[in-house]
C-alpha cells in the first residue's frame, strides 16, 4: 500500500516538473514576432505615406508587404501597432520611420477588411483599413 502512494507522489511531482520544464523552454524560445519579420529583399512592397492614407484604405497583394512612412521625424519603433485580424496581416519589424505590415493571406469575399491602428508616443491614433487581396499585383 505505501508503494502504491509513494509512486503516486512520484508521478505527480515528475507530471509537474516536466509542466515547469515545458513553460521555461517555451518562454525562452518565444519570440515576438511583431519584431522579428523583416521584408526578404526579393519581395516588393507597397508603400504609403501615412499623410496620404484616406477612409478608403489600402488594397495589398498577399505577396507585397506594406510599408507605411510616417514622417521623417518620428521612430517607428516608438509607435504602438495593432491589427484587428493576425491572422492576416502580421506586425514586421520597424526600421527608422517605416511601419512594416506582411500580409498573411488574402481576405475572402466576406471577410472584413484588416484595422490597422497606428498609435505615436503622444497617444494621437490613426486608423486605417487593410484589403488583401490574391496574388503579387
Known sequence: ?????????????????????????LTGCATDSAHSYVTPK???????????????????????????????????????????DPTALEVGKSEKNIVTLHPLRALGENDDPVTVTLTDPDGITTDFKVTITEGAN
Open 1 to 25: 500500500m505505501l508503494s502504491i502512494v509513494f509512486m503516486n507522489k512520484r508521478s505527480i511531482l515528475t507530471a509537474v516538473l516536466a509542466l515547469g520544464l515545458g513553460i521555461t523552454a
Open 42 to 84: 526579393d519581395v516588393k512592397t507597397v508603400e504609403r505615406p501615412i499623410a496620404q492614407i484616406d477612409d478608403s484604405g489600402i488594397k495589398v497583394p498577399e505577396k507585397r508587404d506594406l510599408k507605411v512612412k510616417l514622417a521623417d521625424s518620428d521612430k517607428a519603433a516608438k509607435w504602438k501597432i495593432e491589427v484587428s
